[in-house]
């Protein structure tokens, strides 16, 4: 049997979007910035991407930039929004347990001058508001904040921290990383006063290659890339039709019955974790419990064992998963996630993320209950690490 | 900046690497060693205990415990594999290079690997002959 439980990391593409896209790469190729038909009906099929995600998250089209991706997408949001704001204030606020599209912009921009400051998170993952009201000063321009942690599907109180951003005397822009929540979590810009959104179409079943960013009306933003100007005044180039198509497609697919496939997901989370917790001794869950845990995301260590090498006996048996092991990346360093929620590093280096999606069944997460405890109870055998030890 | 190319051979083991993940050889406590030695931390990730039951200066049986990645469990394989039925001096004389040649190269990221088991096999070594100079030639227990 294959099981896929990597959704977290990259989804496949829907039959429906894959048919949605294909007239798009041979017979409707045009250039949306010209006026003749082909160029006219490739610039709708955009609009018409831009109404689909516009509505998912309670925005207007013209608010949603179609970019390369999240990265992308992450990147133009800081970047832009701190350099058309430097005057007003040159002090960024983010988190500890950012993706790397996020950190490493910061720290980039930590190096041209910019103050950028790293909230601390609690155990399960969940911001600190307090330190955030404390660190928020005249000099404050941006605050960048996920939606959903994307490795331990813990679900930040954007509302809260949007209503402490409304409340200050100056305008303070709100960034939010919401690739991992896209389409899992509901997102709702004005309630939630955000002024940039970052998502991604190859986390919902869409093309990888295209993502996109929400962008108040009225935001101040300086693009980062220049050239020919189509479609989009702040992202020049010419936009990858077929993939935007693909991408409204796939939010389209996504939103019809959201309810139904969040409870769906819902569902296998919860199986999936009361089997790990009845089959295997000495785990521990990363991020809460609950609703206020992502409905795709589960996520243990098994402690005197390795990621990498229970990531690979999965592998074996036809099952993806990802890991927190230091030895499955190019750095050796354990997650910069599981260190900030105070993991020991030989804690989580045994760390399995999986991460569902609403293609995934129960007879899936029954052969995963099956064969995990079996690969577990392997490699604990042969580990010098014992209970008694510790 | 200057640019730097991230070779994907970095990452990818080689087909004998997940032979010996998928069905390591000598793994298991030893019960009776001459000789154990761990080395490495679990706090970075990996771990190795090993175990030598040696006669008359010669290796007669080599067994490993692991905590770690594919490449710690397979080198692991490879090096009890390898020293069985050799002398220990012999054994001592072991190179990293000869134990990653036999595995079929080394992801360059999974070299420290190679060089745990190495260190773990040296240190069982050493501990044999300082127990050999202490109180003569340390009995293998029948």
Known sequence: MKVYLDNGTTTSVAKEVLDAMLPYFTEKFGHPIFVYSLGQEAADSVEKAQKIIAKTINARPGEIIFTSGGTEANDFAIRGIAYANKKGGNQIITTKIENPSVLRVCEKLEKEGFKVDYLDVDSQGFVNLNQLRELISEKTALVSAMHVNDEIGTIESIEEIGRILREQNHKIYFHVNAAASYAKVPINVERMNIDALSISAHKIHGPKGVGALYLREGTPIEPITFGYISLFTLKPGTENVPAIVGFGKAAELAFNGFGKNVEHMLRLRDKLMAGIEEKIQHMVLHGPRGNKRSPANVNYSFKYVEGESVLLHLDLNGISVATGSACSTRKLEPSHVLTAIGVKPEVAHGAIRFTLSRYNTSEEIDYVLEVLPRVIENLRKISPLKPEKF | ?142
């Not at chain 2, 205990?49 to 040696?54: G, R």
């Not at chain 2, 007669?60 to 080198?75: H, M, P, R, V």
């Not at chain 2, 692991?76 to 040649?101: C, F, H, P, Q, Y």
């Not at chain 2, 595995?103 to 260190?119: E, T, Y």
């Open chain 2, 1 to 142: 900046m200057p640019v730097e190319y991230t070779e994907r051979s970095l990452l990818k083991y080689s087909q004998q690497i997940i032979e010996l993940f998928r069905n390591p050889k000598n793994v298991g406590e030893m019960e009776n060693p001459t000789v154990t030695a761990i080395e490495g931390d679990p706090k970075c990730g990996d771990m190795m205990q090993m175990f030598l039951k040696v006669k008359d200066d010669k290796i007669t049986d080599a067994k490993f415990l692991s905590f770690g990645c594919a490449a710690n469990i397979a080198t692991g394989s490879m090096v009890t594999e390898m020293v069985k039925g050799r002398r220990v001096d012999e054994a001592e004389k072991l190179s990293i290079k000869e134990i990653s040649n036999k595995l079929g190269g080394l992801p360059m990221l999974k070299m420290h690997c190679a060089v745990l088991a190495h260190k773990t096999l040296r240190k069982a070594v050493q501990e044999y002959k300082r127990k050999k100079v202490e109180g003569g030639a340390p009995k293998t227990p029948t």
